[in-house]
């Protein structure tokens, strides 16, 4: 069954650190990747996303992913993080239905708390 | 410029009753979806919707029924409520060809509990 995985449930930061979230798929065809952050109390808004092309993608707010399909993989970086990058981030990956349809799959989400 | 709108944004409701939560959309978008969203759970599909009278069961559609009369209208149900469904409901909605989710628009959540 596809699935997808986000390995860091919990992350703690200073400022100005680097961040560098996992998210890994598993589905060997063609995907639609997504990065969606979550402030808290707010509703999901999209960070970056990817469909086909250079595999380096940047975002909104300083934040890029690779995509790297030998292995699967869609990570999110950030080079130096502030405390108003403090949320929780969820990886989307759009497996084929069996209509065909793109249908997206949420990571289970990445806590990050960012230390001023 | 409204985009995904959702109602109520908190209920309280006993176990046993039913309710109807809305999510209206004005972008025009074919697909509409529902989610629930639990702690340590992520979001997780309840059932979507590719275009208008369409409707397909996702992850956990145990519980729920949904209707797409309308395009811009996506109602999710709850015919009697439980404790476990107690959690955030968030709506959203994409343009989508059949090979690529061009990405979501989510609404801001209803949170329901139920007791």
């Known amino acids: 069954a596809q699935s997808v995985s986000q390995h860091n449930h919990h992350v703690i930061l200073s400022e100005a650190a680097s961040l560098e979230l996992g998210c890994n798929y598993s589905?060997?065809?063609?995907?639609?990747l997504f990065w969606y952050v979550q402030y808290p109390g707010q509703h999901l808004q999209l960070l970056l996303k990817y469909f086909s092309g250079d595999p380096l993608v940047k975002g909104i707010k300083g934040f890029e992913a690779e995509f790297i399909k030998s292995k699967f993989s869609f990570n999110l970086r950030k080079p130096s993080v502030q405390w108003s990058d403090t949320a929780e981030y969820f990886c989307?990956?759009?497996?084929?239905?069996?209509?065909?349809?793109?249908?997206?799959?949420f990571g289970r989400g990445t806590s990050l708390i960012v230390h001023p | 410029n409204a985009g995904v709108t959702q109602t109520p944004k908190f209920r309280v409701l006993k176990t046993g009753q039913s309710m109807t939560l809305l999510c209206a959309q004005d972008m025009n978008h074919e697909y509409m979806y529902w989610y629930r969203q639990d702690p340590g759970m992520g979001l997780r599909l309840i059932h979507y919707?590719?275009?208008?009278?369409?409707?397909a069961k996702g992850e956990v559609p145990d519980g729920y029924n949904v209707s797409r009369l309308k395009k811009q209208n996506f109602l999710l149900g709850l015919e009697s409520a439980a404790p476990s469904q107690t959690s955030v409901y968030f709506c959203a909605s994409s343009y989508s060809d059949r090979a690529v989710n061009y990405g979501y628009t989510f609404g801001s959540g209803t949170r329901l509990t139920v007791v």
């Open positions: 919707s590719v275009g208008e009278g369409t409707t």
């Open positions: 989307a990956v759009c497996f084929p239905s069996s209509g065909g349809s793109y249908i997206p799959t």
């Open positions: 589905y060997g065809g063609t995907v639609n």
